[in-house]
């Protein structure tokens, strides 16, 4: 077990320090940087010379291998540098949007799983022929609504003209409502499509046959043999879309005016905020490490054979 | 020696400031003192203000930028007051002051008692040491120079409420420059910080009616009143303490959920509202505020180092190619007047050059035609196997862009010219904007209630919006215009009032006959406020302050 949980580490720290530096090298490859964009913008007005000397304040012309080893270093120490755009330590940035991030992202991906088992169950268990059909549409209008046009339309509904949920100051739950709503339509569509196919791929296979052929009923099936197996290609693509929520929630942050890492790495990239963005890849690495991690680690509790497996390597 | 020496004869002043309250008195000016006639001011009360774009370095100099400007003013206060109405410079923390005649020394004296929210007082230390830092920049710090201080070199502190500031040459916009948001005055321990620690808010300690209380980064703001404030602008009525307790910045990103908010009852103020959403608001019973930015007109220039520009005779074609009335009526509102010069008609030294600027296709064909430029076989001009086709890059932060070049385009078209409009995220568009072989024609606007803004916009170690060698872009291979710049130099020091405007009229005449510049409208800062919200006001360039605000009993 110990060997076990040491190499996952050791993989881990591996595929950080590649997304470490695989993003210094393009981040480095950009055309301009931030401190070009800051002091350069017209807007400051500056002459040549004072750009020069700011550049060299900021050590911007150092050799790269120089600049790489200053950063890693600075890392290691948990020194992620100054944001050049907002003139504050990208650590305060990353800690003034990653708690709305992790709720946000957390109890959308909650209310998308809820949301896709529930369509899934309907869709198998639902009486009518044509409601199943209707259900198994669902998915597909869910991924096809523009996530802006969705939060838009439930603020106007419910904050502007019901006035149910403030937008503008509402209270740390109040906030959550209408943005956790917006995201968990586009994310439990595909969670609800895969569910729904894998338990129409399961309900052909021959153990089903066998079952069913000792009698057991539809229900009892679905609920013995065709969900947990239907479960584990859904938690595998789970792991990802939620990993893809903690960075990946810039339009509904932007259309709720919410703190939160999508918008960071957005306003980021737009200004080629290095020191920001590099700090986003190496915490989104370490975020994916981990859920994928999580995700291995749940595999055996769903299926038995993988139990035994993983017994025999600790 | 006071202030009229500086400005040249006393007539000369009155006439000055008769013509630009005539012409000045602008939409949101009347609304004010109308506001002001409706009974007495209540205290207290929390204003709810909705901005566009979370702020961003806060470091005075950086206040050029409309969220930054829309925080510093309310919590910084400036040597003198420029008085939006007439222009005149009014004391504020400086007394009085005098200038000598060739405008290389000022003396200020320092209003007493005035202290920072830290406790430490303003006195004539603090200035100095305020302006050594805007005027010379800190290496050490990495504070950049700030761009309304031309010629600086350096602060004497004669008594602790008198200081003396000496150029290296004649610096006449400097009075005027002390007046701007890009001159808030801070505490030293604020100087002391460096560059890059200035975007956290609460670090930002002035003596402004409010105080930045908290602050959650990107997301919110809260300045909260400074009950022992009393050093408001001399001539202002107001004295004392503001009269909201609190002013809440709340980031909101999405033009349509900051309306929506502003007409739920959710939000008192927005920032940035968009031409086409004015309607819906004022059908609501909410007023728009347009104040005018009163600086170089929103336009669009031309970079001569490109070959395709290089010849008078194609920007003045392309000049007359312009339909103006068009863009302003089909894509903005009456706040953004039909620009007639370089500059807004509110900037002091505007004249009226819309006898150049006319619309006139037969003309621009004629001169792309004199140019060698002919129509060729698919409809678009050429010369010598070159097609006409230029590129501009959208710049975001001004109103509409996209659409208006994309107008511009159209307009272009009909005599055969492409227009390309790109759009980047702001870094590579910072960088391409720099290359006149990328970006041969560019949007380009600036404010500052001061001549020197036409210098800050064209002078190739400024803005350097026409692209000029020797400035702050290293892919020009030739363009200076010696001419402009010899110009612009007396601009900015020449220290007689009534000759330096007449300077000014002297470069609107070259820009135009030189067709660098196609200016389109006079770009105003737009907001939206609640009916109950009384005594909005705004500085000389459109940034709002707060001071005299305060809440009437919501209906």
Request: charged residues 15%.
């Amino acid at each position: 077990m110990s060997r076990y949980v040491i190499g996952r580490i050791g993989q881990a720290a591996l595929v950080l320090w590649a997304a470490f530096t695989v993003s210094f090298i393009l981040l480095q490859a950009l055309p301009g940087d931030a401190i070009l964009i800051k002091f350069l913008n017209p807007e400051l007005g500056l002459g040549p010379e004072q750009i020069a000397d700011i550049r060299a304040a900021y050590a911007a012309d150092s050799p790269l291998p120089v600049q790489y080893l200053h950063t890693v270093a600075n890392f290691l120490t948990g020194n992620f540098g100054y944001s050049i755009h907002a003139g504050v330590p990208v650590g305060d940035l990353i800690l003034a949007n990653l708690p709305q991030t992790l709720w946000l992202a957390s109890l959308g991906f909650l209310l998308s799983v809820i949301v896709a088992v529930a369509l899934a169950a309907l869709s198998a268990l639902a009486p009518f022929s044509w409601l199943r059909a209707f259900v198994q549409s669902i998915p597909a209008l869910f991924i096809s609504t523009p996530v802006f046009w969705l939060g838009i339309l439930l603020i106007q509904i419910f904050s502007f003209q019901l006035r149910l949920i403030p937008v503008i100051n509402p209270g740390p739950w109040q906030a959550l409502v209408l943005p956790v709503l917006t995201l968990a339509v586009p994310i439990s569509a595909p969670l609800a499509q895969i569910l729904m196919r894998n338990i129409d791929h399961v309900l052909t296979e021959p153990f089903v046959a066998v079952a069913r052929a000792k009698g057991a009923s539809h229900r009892w099936v679905l609920w013995k043999h065709v969900a947990k197996n239907a479960v584990l290609p859904t938690l595998t693509i789970g792991g990802i879309l939620f990993g893809e929520l903690l960075a990946g929630a810039v339009v509904t942050e932007a259309v709720f005016g919410l703190n939160g890492l999508g918008g960071l790495t957005q306003r980021s990239v737009n200004d080629q905020d290095i020191a920001v963005l590099q700090a986003i890849v190496v915490f989104s690495a370490a975020a994916f490490v981990l859920i994928n991690l999580t995700v291995d680690l749940l595999y055996p509790v769903f299926d038995p054979r993988l139990r035994v497996k993983q017994g025999a390597v600790a | 020696m006071t202030l009229n020496s500086r400005f040249g004869t006393k007539a000369g002043l009155a006439a000055l400031v008769g013509a630009t309250f005539l012409t000045g008195a602008a939409l949101w000016s009347a609304g004010a003192l109308a506001a002001g006639a409706e009974g007495a001011p209540a205290k207290g009360g929390t204003l709810v203000y909705l901005e566009q774009q979370a702020h961003t370095n806060l470091y005075p100099p950086a206040g050029g930028f409309y969220p930054n400007g829309g925080i510093l003013n309310q919590i910084t206060d400036k040597l003198t007051y420029q008085n939006p109405k007439t222009l005149e410079i009014e004391p504020w923390i400086a007394e009085s002051w005098t200038v000598n005649a060739d405008a290389t020394e000022y003396t200020f004296k320092i209003r007493p008692g005035v202290t920072f929210s830290d406790g430490t007082p303003l006195d004539a230390a603090a200035v100095a040491k305020n302006y050594d830092t805007f005027g010379r920049g800190n290496k050490d710090l990495k504070l950049p120079v700030s761009e309304v201080i031309n010629n600086y070199d350096r602060s004497e502190v004669i008594d602790p409420q008198t200081v003396k500031f000496t150029f290296k040459k004649p610096s006449p916009g400097f009075l005027q420059g002390t007046s701007v948001i890009g001159s808030g005055l801070v505490s030293l321990k604020t100087l002391a910080l460096p560059y890059e620690a200035l975007g956290d808010a609460t670090k930002i300690i002035g003596s402004g009616p409010f105080v930045v209380a908290s602050e959650t980064l990107g997301r919110e703001l809260t300045l909260k009143v400074r009950a022992d404030y009393k050093w408001g602008p001399a001539k202002l009525e107001h004295q004392g303490r503001a009269y909201l307790d609190e002013i809440k910045y709340i980031v909101t990103p999405e033009d349509s959920v900051r309306i929506g908010a502003l007409l739920a009852g959710q939000a008192d103020v927005i920032r940035q509202i968009q031409a086409y959403d004015e309607k819906q608001v004022e059908d609501e019973g909410y007023l728009i505020y347009a104040p005018s930015t009163r600086g170089v007109n929103n336009s669009v220039v031309f970079r001569p180092d490109n070959p395709l520009v290089a010849d008078v005779r194609v920007r003045r074609g392309l000049l007359h190619a312009t339909n103006t009335d068009e863009i302003v009526s089909t894509l903005f509102s009456a706040n953004y007047p039909k620009a007639t010069s370089i500059i807004a008609k509110t900037a002091s030294g505007y004249v009226d050059l819309s006898q150049r600027l006319s619309y006139d296709l037969e003309k621009a064909k004629a001169l792309l035609d004199e140019a060698g430029w002919k129509v060729g076989a698919n409809g678009r001009r050429q010369k010598d196997g070159q097609v006409l086709e230029l590129s501009a890059y959208e710049s975001l932060p001004q109103p509409q862009n996209k659409e208006t070049l994309q107008l511009v385009a159209q307009q272009w078209e009909k005599i055969g010219v492409k227009l390309n409009v790109l759009t980047a995220d702001s870094g590579s568009a910072v960088v391409n904007n720099l290359d006149p072989a990328k970006a041969p024609v560019s949007p380009a606007m600036v404010g500052r209630a001061d001549p020197d803004v036409i210098k800050s916009q064209y002078y190739p170690t400024n803005r350097n919006v026409l692209l000029q060698k020797g400035g702050n872009s290293d892919k020009v291979q030739a363009f200076v215009d010696e001419k402009l710049n010899q110009l612009l130099d007396r601009l900015a020091s020449e220290p007689d009032r009534a000759k330096r405007l007449a300077v000014a009229g002297d470069v609107q005449n070259y820009v135009v006959d030189q067709a660098y510049a196609i200016p389109i409208f006079e770009e105003p800062q737009a907001f939206a406020a609640a009916p109950y919200v009384k005594g909005v006001s705004f500085e000389a360039v459109g940034r709002p302050s707060f001071y005299n605000t305060w809440l009437a009993p919501r209906r």
